[in-house]
Nanobody, 119 residues
Framework: QVQLVESGGGLVQPGGSLRVSCTASGFTFANYYMSWVRQAPGKGLEWVSYINPFTDNTDYADSVKGRFTISRDNAKNTLYLQMNNLKPEDTALYYC????????????WGQGTQVFVSA
């Protein structure tokens, strides 16, 4: 079955860096658009970034543009999010999600990895 497992979250000081990962299984990872979506405490879901599996084109929310970098290693079935110059407002539960182009929606989500940005 399809599984997405995030890892790498933790506590980091403002201005610091962190890389979170998402390991996929149960499907052909190289064929799917993948995204990172986050949820800050008490707030709704916020799309962060996506990566095109065929061109490696990427896009980012304005709130993270220039600080975050999404990437993927299809040989390892793993999605990454490198986060630099972290701010307290980046504190959130970070999910990876698979985009289903047939249904034009996310169809599988991981359990999330928590990122805390605090001094």
């Amino acid at each position: 079955q399809v599984q997405l497992v995030e890892s790498g979250g933790g506590l980091v000081q403002p201005g610091g860096s962190l890389r979170v990962s998402c390991t996929a299984s149960g499907f052909t990872f190289a064929n799917y658009y993948m995204s990172w979506v986050r949820q800050a405490p008490g707030k709704g879901l916020e799309w962060v970034s996506y990566i095109n599996p065929f061109t490696d084109n990427t896009d980012y929310a304005d709130s993270v543009k220039g600080r975050f970098t999404i990437s993927r290693d299809n040989a390892k079935n793993t999605l990454y999010l490198q986060m630099n110059n972290l701010k307290p407002e980046d504190t959130a539960l970070y999910y990876c999600a698979r985009w289903d182009s047939n249904y034009w929606d996310y169809d599988y989500w991981g359990q999330g990895t928590q990122v805390f940005v605090s001094a």
